[in-house]
């Protein structure tokens, strides 16, 4: 007789949303979605924190526009003190502040409330699992955005030395790991990467691994957006 293992166990869920009729009813069809656990509901940024703490969910839903804290100062108070769970932010707004902000602040995902119920329930399994979750409209404005370059900084004797000794100056990156960073703000998987870079997906493991760990980020939206504001290219 065996017994389940805890990566079988249901996502256990926290839906926070200022509208009582909209929170109670996606917690309500979530709640039938199999492999997810409805876990409690909170109405606002503050209620969120302080459930989940309580609670320990491994996935809040989190609409951004709140009264009392809104769903991006609530992400980052929740990511510094339960740093497991997952953030996805699940709005009607899809302005590229709100979504820029939400993913600094350590959301793993951005969705708009048109989404279906069912790709809902398993954009939350997703996350769970680290998978991050943009809707297409959203991700669209994400590229845009970060497609801005900002002016190239004039050369200095300090980044000519660094990058004849293969290190991009100020970020302490390789030449080769700079090229993964940009490939991958360009949206590719590891295994297009690998393809485009002719080097194996372990190797692009490692390298984006590495790129997290020099700069100090946590992710690769993270390292994305650290990039593109330090004009690394």
Request: net charge negative; proline share 5%.
């Amino acid at each position: 007789m065996t017994t389940d293992h805890p990566t079988n166990s249901p996502v256990r869920l926290l839906i926070t949303d200022d509208q009582r009729l909209l929170r109670e009813g996606i917690a309500s069809l979530l709640s039938l979605q199999p492999g997810i656990e409805v876990v409690g509901t909170a109405s606002n940024g503050q209620e969120a924190f302080e459930k989940a703490q309580q609670l320990k969910p491994d996935v809040i839903l989190m609409d951004v526009r709140m009264p009392v804290m809104d769903g991006v100062a609530a992400t980052a108070l929740i990511k510094r003190q339960l740093l497991s769970c997952k953030i996805l932010m699940l709005t009607t707004f899809d302005d590229e502040e709100y979504v820029i902000d939400a993913l600094k602040a350590g959301a793993s995902g951005y969705l708009l409330k048109t989404i279906p119920e069912d790709d809902l329930a398993q954009a939350v399994i997703a996350v769970h699992k680290g998978i991050y979750q943009l809707d297409p409209a959203v991700a669209q404005k994400v590229i845009s955005s970060l497609g801005k370059q900002p002016e190239p900084a004039p050369a200095s004797p300090d980044r000519a030395l660094n990058k004849s000794l293969g290190v991009i100056s100020n970020s302490g990156l390789t030449e080769r790991e700079l090229e993964v960073l940009k490939l991958t703000s360009q949206g590719l998987s590891n295994s297009e990467i690998a393809g485009q870079l002719f080097i194996s997906e372990g190797t692009v493991k490692n390298h984006i691994s590495n790129i997290l760990s020099r700069l100090g980020l946590r992710d690769r939206i993270q390292a994305i957006i650290y990039a593109r504001e330090n004009g690394l290219f």
